[in-house]
């Protein structure tokens, strides 16, 4: 009743929440965590507001590639956290409103730009504290090539942060971008991140293996084509799949934390998988058999190639480049990993179930992750921010 009444009499005064007890916020404290001094720049931000989506931490990142695969997820995490988040983006704005409710009001600010177009760049990045560059393709189109995208827009990006006085930029590669692989996409890759190091000589270079999820072309392609799945090499290319909320908290990780300047990470699982083990460990959760056949690499490549001309794609003959390639870690020591970050890595086979549950037949559904009576993966650890998975 009486803070009731304290309230009424200063209406002006918001409420902060420690440990049950509302009281105003001029009273609280600020912590350490509030304050963030920029090592490359300086810079000291400083949050407002309690912690969380209805909040500003003093920080403001922009995230290139925002509507793929990955993107969503950063920008949600960056926005639960409280950070005011700028989605770069061509085409039309109903492409990417999706990922407005991730953060509270005006903390989605959509900008419209070209990758070629250095002075839109710019506008993008002018007030961030943060550049995340997401931007990435496994097919070329008629507009963009693989080096307009991995290597000229990858360096576009880093010089025009650097010129900007962004202090942290953050590129993101592939566990398989070497500048000797047999594929365009892995090599241009691994030209875009010398010309990113060149460029921003603090940047970040981030390098994932293979990631699934509700949106991925691992595990949904094994149930959507699970009448013809076609591979090559007898499916025994090597694996390293990656849960990607696991690749975005990371990437958060390191954009919060200063003595991560200038490192390369590594994303991967601890675990390695061939291609077939993967189909088996969906069978095995769709109750359901995944017809694979094997293609002559020169033959499957043709026939993708005649795909590459038609106006929308479909799939490329660079796709069938990429199912041959092996994801192997490196073996410098200075490459960090998740251990590094703080991040134990879900295990695929307790959280891949949810991601794939919908192509069950209709009688198995509701049907457990593991039959009745079977144990086998009763003993995989289970890491400790397991929120994500619903099995």
């Not at 189109?141 to 290597?151: A, E, G, L, P, R």
């Not at 879900?346 to 794939?356: F, K, P």
Request: charged fraction near 25%.
């Amino acid at each position: 009743m009486l803070i009731k009444l304290f309230f009424r009499i200063w209406p002006g005064i918001s409420t902060k929440n420690i440990l049950g007890f509302a009281i105003p916020t001029k009273l609280a404290k600020r912590g350490k965590a509030d304050v963030v001094v920029r090592k490359t720049t300086g810079k000291v931000l400083v949050g407002r507001g309690a912690y969380g989506r209805q909040s500003w931490n003093g920080q403001t990142a922009t995230v290139f590639g925002c509507s793929g695969f990955l993107g969503r997820y950063v920008v949600a995490r960056l926005a639960r956290e409280g950070t005011k988040v700028i989605v770069p983006y061509r085409g039309i704005t109903e492409n990417i409103r999706y990922l407005k409710p991730t953060g509270d009001l005006g903390m989605i600010i959509p900008m419209e730009f070209d990758l070629r177009n250095p002075k839109q760049i710019e506008e993008c990045v002018r007030h961030s504290d943060v550049v995340i560059n997401l931007i990435g393709r496994n097919y070329e189109t008629k507009n963009f090539s693989f080096d307009q995208v991995h290597v000229l827009g990858a360096q576009n990006i880093a010089e025009i942060s650097r010129e900007s006085g962004v202090s942290r930029l953050i590129h993101m590669s592939h566990i398989g971008a070497k500048t000797n692989a047999h594929s365009d996409v892995m090599v241009t890759k691994a030209f875009g991140e010398q010309r990113v190091r060149e460029s921003f000589p603090g940047a970040n270079i981030v390098r994932s293996a293979t990631m699934y999820g509700y949106e991925d072309e691992l595990l949904n392609n094994m149930g959507k084509f699970k009448d013809f799945y076609m591979t090559v090499n007898h499916a025994q290319q090597k694996l390293r799949p990656v849960c990607v909320s696991d690749v975005a908290h990371a990437i958060d990780i390191i954009r919060d934390n200063e003595d991560t300047v200038g490192q390369t990470f590594e994303l991967y699982n601890p675990k390695e998988y061939t291609r077939k083990e993967v189909i088996e460990l969906v069978e095995f959760f769709i109750r359901e058999k995944v017809w694979h056949f094997n293609i002559p690499t020169p033959l499957l490549r043709m026939a993708a190639r005649a795909f590459d001309i038609l106006p929308y794609y479909y799939t490329s003959h660079h796709a069938v480049d990429l199912m041959s390639i092996n994801e192997t870690p490196s073996t410098e020591k200075s490459i960090q990993t998740f251990a590094d970050l703080g991040i134990q890595p879900h295990t695929l086979e307790l959280a891949a179930l949810q991601y794939i549950r919908h192509y069950r037949s209709s009688q198995h559904e509701e049907d457990p992750m593991e039959p009745k009576g079977y144990k086998a993966f009763r003993k995989l650890p289970v890491p400790v921010d397991n929120k994500d998975i619903v099995v």
